[in-house]
T-cell receptor, first 114, second 111 residues
Framework: NAGVTQTPKFQVLKTGQSMTLQCAQDMNHEYMSWYRQDPGMGLRLIHYSVGAGITDQGEVPNGYNVSRSTTEDFPLRLLSAAPSQTSVYFC?????????????FGEGSRLTVL | EDQVTQSPEALRLQEGESSSLNCSYTVSGLRGLFWYRQDPGKGPEFLFTLYSAGEEKEKERLKATLTKKESFLHITAPKPEDSATYLCAVPSPGANSKLTFGKGITLSVRP
């Protein structure tokens, strides 16, 4: 199993550009989530999904969009990038909603917005 | 008010020097407390889940304990490879399926 795979690992955007961070897991996990990690702020939840077709907002959802059309994939879209979205983004999954605290994380995507 | 507070922010130990990392929380009706380890440039790796006061979990040189207000991650005779950032997390109050993470404790173990 590859686990949780994120692409790209690094990306530089200009303000106003849009892009999609990809996340795929091959563990048949129901629960998937996106976090951002900033110095001094810790990990903060952006969006999460408890199954295909179901998504919900986390702590910092503004400026981001998600969809879950399959169990395996959970892409994160930045609609119009802003410098405040410069961060490291992590996708994480768990077997089910009841096990949402025991997460498998990807290796992260480092995004810089100029 | 932060639901999860970790202390100290950073800790430097000599190899073999045992110590403890603290995670205090303010949520009531705790539905689990989770410890993770994060190496530089990597995603966090799950370590332990604790559910009730008095519960303990062990893995190699690490032992996690839980009281009604805080959790400790005890590191016994640490080695340089234990150097990492240790994160704790609790379910967000009033919300299903959401975690609130502490800001982490960066541990450095010198040979």
């Amino acid at each position: 199993n590859a686990g949780v795979t994120q692409t790209p690992k690094f990306q530089v955007l200009k303000t106003g550009q849009s892009m999609t961070l990809q996340c795929a897991q091959d563990m048949n996990h129901e629960y998937m989530s996106w976090y951002r990690q900033d110095p001094g702020m810790g990990l903060r939840l952006i969006h999460y999904s408890v199954g295909a077709g179901i998504t919900d907002q986390g702590e910092v959802p503004n400026g981001y969009n998600v969809s879950r059309s399959t169990t395996e994939d959970f892409p994160l879209r930045l609609l119009s990038a802003a410098p405040s979205q410069t961060s490291v983004y992590f996708c994480a999954s768990s077997l089910s909603m009841t096990g949402f605290g025991e997460l498998f994380f990807g290796e992260g995507s480092r995004l810089t917005v100029l | 008010e932060d639901q999860v507070t970790q202390s100290p922010e950073a800790l430097r130990l000599q190899e073999g020097e045992s110590s403890s990392l603290n995670c205090s929380y303010t949520v009531s009706g705790l539905r689990g407390l989770f410890w993770y380890r994060q190496d530089p440039g990597k995603g966090p790796e799950f370590l332990f889940t604790l559910y009730s006061a008095g519960e303990e979990k062990e893995k190699e040189r690490l032992k996690a304990t839980l009281t009604k207000k805080e959790s400790f991650l005890h590191i016994t005779a640490p080695k340089p490879e234990d150097s990492a950032t240790y994160l704790c997390a609790v379910p967000s109050p009033g919300a299903n399926s959401k975690l609130t993470f502490g800001k982490g404790i960066t541990l450095s173990v010198r040979p």
